[in-house]
């Protein structure tokens, strides 16, 4: 993601969360945070449809957003993004990550949960917008190979079904 891409990345965010970050967040991550966060953008035709983030330290990281323009869901463009967010936390050795989900966001469990993702705790009253819980999820990766074969495999079935052409940063699809 870079300072261009940064106004439709805003209005996907505003489109998709309740309590969405301030267009000075996405800022701040890809200049002042540069070194720890990560963010990435899915596009068709030119446009941004969808963007996900993490920050990495050391041998952990930390899913911040992921989020599909509404007129591209349902169509795997999340599940590329979260793939491609796990690929380059395993290309830099991450051994851990973690992320929090609302307690009502079942699609998103069910994604994460499809990578291995398993709930460590509860975060009570963690969304300001209406007091819901928030899961904390946790992926321990133990056999590296492993996991970026699965990630592989994930990533060419999707590719197989796809009939338009993705492209996630300098990933095309």
């Not at 301030?22 to 002042?32: D, N, R, V, Y």
Request: with cysteine; hydrophobic share 40%; glycine share 4%.
């Amino acid at each position: 993601m870079t300072l261009q891409d940064i106004e439709e990345v805003y209005q996907i965010e505003l489109l998709s969360f309740k309590t969405p970050w301030a267009k000075e967040s996405f800022l701040k991550e890809i200049t002042t945070n540069k070194n720890v966060s990560n963010f990435i953008i899915a596009q068709y035709d030119n446009k941004i449809i969808g963007y996900a983030g993490i920050y990495l330290v050391g041998n952990e990281g930390h899913i911040t957003n992921i989020a599909v323009h509404p007129a591209y869901r349902k169509i795997k463009i999340g599940e590329l993004l979260f793939i491609n967010i796990l690929r380059i936390a395993v290309d830099l050795k991450v051994q851990t990550i973690t992320l929090e989900v609302r307690e009502s966001n079942q699609i998103a469990i069910n994604l994460y949960s499809k990578y291995h993702f398993f709930p460590v705790s509860v975060r009570k009253k963690y969304y300001i917008d209406n007091g819901e819980n928030a899961i904390i999820m946790k992926l321990s990766i133990t056999n590296l190979n492993k996991f970026c074969d699965e990630l592989t495999n994930n990533l060419n079935l999707i590719k197989e079904k796809f009939r338009c052409p993705i492209k996630i940063d300098d990933i095309h699809f």
